[in-house]
């Protein structure tokens, strides 16, 4: 076997360059043309030889294989447990004070509830209204005594 020559010039190099780049790309499309032998071969089986799926066909197949992946997660997710509704503390008109927090030096004071909320998060909400300057905010339960 003779031994090869490293290019010198320059347009030589690139065409080196590009005979490598096309072998590589050559020995790409067969290895992919393999894989895709292969799994032909595997999803054979699924439908009949020679009929093309359609598109109704590949979504419910891939719908199927996702509800098989999602089921057993849902199986083992355990339920959420929600807290029994249980009335508002305070009624409306009534005097409350809101605890500190690490925002607010303007919470200090009393306020006056206005309106009872709904529920969100287990926790009971007031619609409050300041003595002192008639400011109005929202706040849960668990800020007010």
Wanted: proline share 5%.
């Amino acid at each position: 076997m003779a031994i090869k020559k490293k290019p010198t010039s320059t347009r030589a190099v690139a065409k080196a360059r590009a005979v490598a780049k096309v072998r590589t790309a050559a020995k790409v499309r067969g290895a992919m043309k393999a894989r895709s032998a292969v799994a032909t071969r595997s999803s054979a089986a699924a439908r009949p030889v020679g009929k093309r799926m359609t598109h109704r066909d590949v979504v419910a197949q891939l719908s199927r294989r996702k509800a098989e992946h999602v089921r057993p997660l849902l199986a083992e997710a355990p339920l959420r447990q929600v807290r029994p509704a249980i009335g508002h503390k305070f009624r409306t008109g009534q005097m409350v004070t809101l605890l500190p927090n690490r925002y607010g030096s303007d919470r200090n004071g009393s306020f006056e509830v206005t309106r009872l909320l709904p529920e969100e998060r287990g926790v009971n909400h007031y619609r409050l209204k300041s003595a002192a300057d008639g400011h109005e905010r929202v706040a849960g339960e668990d800020e007010l005594i």
